[in-house]
Nanobody
Framework: QVQLVQSGGSVVQAGGSLTLSCAAS????????MGWFRQAPGKEREFVAA????????NYADSVKGRFTVSRDSAKNTVLLQMNLLKPEDTAVYYC?????????????????????WGQGTQVTVSS
């Protein structure tokens, strides 16, 4: 079992930056990939970004590409989401997720069902 604890959510003005952090504990040796998802009010959860456990692969939703950067610190079992040039439409609850599967494909990393463990969620609010 893996436990995830998130931190870093806040209220920020449009154009600002924010970094979310997600620390894993427990059987971290079973983690195959790490991802971030978000859910805005009245909308379905959507994929934001993912990084392989080795850090050599990453992928982003088109809506955040060029503005967000996902990275992991393997020594600390932590995954980060650096968010720059934030827009009001980025407002959502952000969830980190980790999965034991190392399958890396366009669909696999975007499918929430491929992730076994989820963080508690953290609110990001971008004001205009």
């Amino acid at each position: 079992q893996v436990q995830l604890v998130q931190s870093g959510g806040s209220v920020v003005q449009a154009g600002g930056s924010l970094t979310l952090s997600c620390a894993a504990s427990g059987r971290t040796g079973t983690i195959g990939k790490m991802g971030w998802f978000r859910q805005a009010p009245g909308k379905e959860r959507e994929f934001v970004a993912a990084v392989s456990v080795g850090g050599s692969l990453d992928n982003y939703a088109d809506s955040v590409k060029g503005r967000f950067t996902v990275s992991r610190d393997s020594a600390k079992n932590t995954v980060l989401l650096q968010m720059n040039l934030l827009k009001p439409e980025d407002t959502a609850v952000y969830y980190c997720a980790m999965g034991s599967s190392r399958t890396w494909s366009f669909y696999a990393i975007r499918d929430g069902g491929q992730y076994d463990w989820w963080g508690q969620g953290t609110q990001v609010t971008v004001s205009s």
